[in-house]
């Protein structure tokens, strides 16, 4: 079964095999700069310190071509399940890096942040039996529909979040959200995000999926 991984050690076939051939017309289209509706800022969460302290912001993109540059370095979730970590080797030194982050220009990934210091967020906690290709198949759909503005209400989403916790036998996905108060709003948002995140390569539904709401006021918990 073929899911939608970057990692080409899981890949059954090419996914030049699997997706549409491109014509004349959409090649030239990919030449020109295809702009998100959003600028989004790669961030890592690295090892040790204070929340805050450990925050680090990467790089910032605003176009599809930018992202795919950049997401193509962007270790998948399913190479973290024999190292149990991810490395960044700044010349001599070797940083672990606990979490990788999207998020909005602007909104920084911590609940203190005005935004989400009004919202909350949807968990999924996927354990390797699960499979390596349906972890990345899940976290691929959610950020291509996050940055690509196709998870509707998307103006509520603020960021997401791939934590390991693979010491405790687990890899967590966490899309963040602002206005949790608009409780159909948030109903609709969690709805559409675990449709996007089983869609499948030929648009069927793979496995499905169940979220758990978390508030970000400590009031809401």
């Known amino acids: ?18 997706l549409p051939e491109e014509d004349a017309e959409m090649q030239v289209a ?8 959003d600028t989004w800022v790669l961030w890592e969460m ?14 910032s993109f605003k176009t599809a071509q930018e992202f795919w540059s950049i997401w193509n370095g962007v270790p998948q979730p399913s190479s973290l399940l024999d190292s149990k970590r991810i490395i960044r080797a700044e010349g001599s030194q070797q940083t672990q890096i606990d979490a990788i982050m999207l998020f909005k ?20 906690q996927l354990k390797p039996p699960t499979g390596g290709g349906q972890i990345d198949e899940y976290w691929n759909n959610i950020v291509l529909g996050m940055i690509g ?5 998307s103006d509520m989403i603020t960021g997401i979040r791939l934590v390991d916790k693979l010491k405790a036998g687990m890899l967590r996905i966490e899309l963040w959200f ?10 609709t948002l969690q709805k559409n995000i675990e449709h ?26």
């Open 149 to 153: 503005a196709t998870i509707a209400p």
């Open 105 to 124: 220009q602007g909104i920084r990934p911590e609940w203190e942040d005005p935004l989400n210091a009004k919202g909350g967020h949807l968990q999924v």
């Open 1 to 18: 079964m073929q899911h939608l991984t970057f990692n080409e050690a899981l890949r059954e076939k090419p996914l030049s095999d699997i």
């Open 46 to 59: 690295r090892a040790g310190g204070s929340y805050a302290d450990s925050m680090k912001e990467v790089v």
């Open 196 to 221: 996007c995140m089983c869609q499948r390569l030929d648009g069927s539904q793979g496995l499905p999926v169940r979220l758990e709401l978390k508030a970000h006021d400590a009031g809401k918990h």
């Open 178 to 187: 602002t206005r949790y108060s608009d409780t159909d709003a948030v109903r």
């Open 30 to 37: 990919l030449l020109q700069p295809m702009a998100l509706q």
